[in-house]
């Protein structure tokens, strides 16, 4: 069966969803409820969700460099908060690096001071919006070189809140996470009905695009 695979961060992966949470944690596995799963349902395709919750736009953009595609995939991926970044150890190790981790009492002290370094001496908007558009424009050429059809989408908050430079090549599709509508399990992450609606409006792009 041809495959959907879908790229992204907790929002893609369904965090927070009544068969992802179990006693405070996500799930070992994407929800199905989430929305790569009902639109590989709808175009009658495989889903393939290789989406990872607190991931980056650099954690998304090397893994798809290191997944395997043909040219009869749709590859879906919904970008995530430009303010997060990550460390790359090796080819299955990183380090990810989150405004939120920074006061997280789950991790460790020594990882949390790092982090605020990051944050205090180190960040600046500018700075991760043009490595973001530059993954994002890097990902789109790679995957037309393949002949693989791609299609991005982004949090309408952030995309809203800084410019994209003039030399973006990426059609860029602002999602609206519906934050308003009744939330997931875990009270924070956008729930079945909000997921119901990404997955009509990426059908609605995708259909408008043959």
Sequence with gaps: MNRLIAFGCSH???????????????????????????????LKR????????????????????NTEFTDKDIVVILWTYYNRTCILEN????????????DNPFRQNQERLWQKNYYENYYTDYDVVTHSIG????IKSYLDNLKVKNYHLINKEPFA???????????????DLRFDLPLAEDNKHPG?????????????????SK
């Excluded at 889903?47 to 798809?64: D, L, R, T, V």
């Excluded at 080819?91 to 920074?102: A, E, G, L, T």
């Excluded at 809140?161 to 999602?175: A, F």
């Excluded at 079945?192 to 408008?208: F, K, P, R, W």
């Design 12 to 42: 893609t992966y369904g965090e927070g969803l009544k068969d992802c949470w179990k006693k405070g944690k996500a799930g070992k596995s994407p929800s199905k409820y989430a929305w790569p799963q009902l639109l590989a349902d709808r």
């Design 46 to 65: 495989k889903c393939c969700n290789k989406s990872m919750e607190g991931a980056s736009n650099k954690f998304i953009w090397h893994k798809i460099l």
């Design 91 to 102: 080819k299955d190790s990183f380090r990810r690096i989150m405004v939120s981790d920074v």
């Design 135 to 138: 993954y994002f424009n890097h």
């Design 161 to 175: 809140r800084h410019p994209i430079p003039e030399w973006n090549q990426v059609v860029l599709h602002p999602i």
């Design 192 to 208: 079945e009905q909000a997921h119901q609606l990404i997955s009509d409006h990426v059908y609605s792009i995708i259909d408008q």
